[in-house]
């Protein structure tokens, strides 16, 4: 079993894409009480990941952009390259 990681109220930062996959560069807040905590992470999304637009309808990769607010749910396991990348299970757009 895989393990995940959930962050709520993540800023997507980028967006680019290849012909099947999509990267969304991710920040976050580890420690939301601390200052310039933000983490990043570059998550790989596939046909396989959920992504849901402000009422739950699943959405195309390509009506994500940057700037907007996101649930994400992604894989514990991480390249070691800054930001790393991980696949992305679920993005919900809040």
């Known amino acids: 079993m895989i393990d995940s990681i959930f962050v709520s109220n ?7 894409s290849t012909r099947n996959t999509w990267l969304v560069t991710i920040s976050y807040s580890s420690c939301p009480n601390c200052r310039n905590q933000n983490q990043q992470v570059v998550l790989v ?10 009422r739950g309808a699943i ?21 070691i390259s800054i930001p790393p990348q991980t696949t992305a299970f679920m993005i919900q757009i809040i």
């Open 59 to 79: 959405i195309s990769p390509r009506e994500l952009t940057t700037g907007m607010i996101v649930n994400a749910s992604f894989s514990s396991a991480m390249t």
């Open 45 to 54: 999304v596939d046909r396989n990941t959920l992504i849901q637009n402000e």
């Open 10 to 16: 993540a800023t997507i930062e980028n967006i680019s």
